[in-house]
């Protein structure tokens, strides 16, 4: 069992960045894949990264490329979204997401699931 507490989200001028952590319970937190998901108001909820349990090959949504940053930190069981050059568009919540298979894009292979932080970009 992962429990998944995120934080860091806010508003932010767009051009703006922030930092949102996920802090996971457990002990087995180095052997899962971690990922960040967002859902912004009237659509359906997208990828947005994913990263191995190892750290490696970390995978992003196209929209994000070049502006996001996913890290990890398995001594502090904590994942990170580093977010800059932040756009109107990418005003959603944003969640993270645990599984113990790969570092996958697709949402149903994630079984642990935060509540979410809501982040807004202002134009």
């Known amino acids: 069992q992962v429990q998944l507490v995120e934080s860091g989200g806010g508003l932010v001028q767009a051009g703006g960045s922030l930092r949102l952590s996920c802090a996971a319970s457990?002990?087995?937190?180095?052997?899962?894949?971690m990922g960040w998901f967002r859902q912004a108001a009237g659509k359906e909820r997208e990828f947005v990264a994913a990263?191995?349990?190892?750290?490696?090959?970390?995978r992003y949504a196209d929209s994000v490329k070049g502006r996001f940053t996913i890290s990890r930190d398995n001594a502090k069981n904590t994942v990170y979204l580093q977010m800059n050059s932040l756009k109107p568009d990418d005003t959603a919540v944003y969640y993270c997401?645990?599984?113990?298979?790969?570092?996958?894009?697709?949402?149903?292979?994630?079984?642990?699931w935060g509540q979410g932080t809501q982040v807004t970009v202002s134009s």
């Open positions: 997401a645990a599984t113990q298979g790969g570092a996958s894009s697709y949402d149903k292979s994630y079984n642990y």
């Open positions: 457990g002990r087995t937190f180095s052997s899962y894949s």
């Open positions: 990263l191995s349990w190892s750290g490696a090959m970390p």
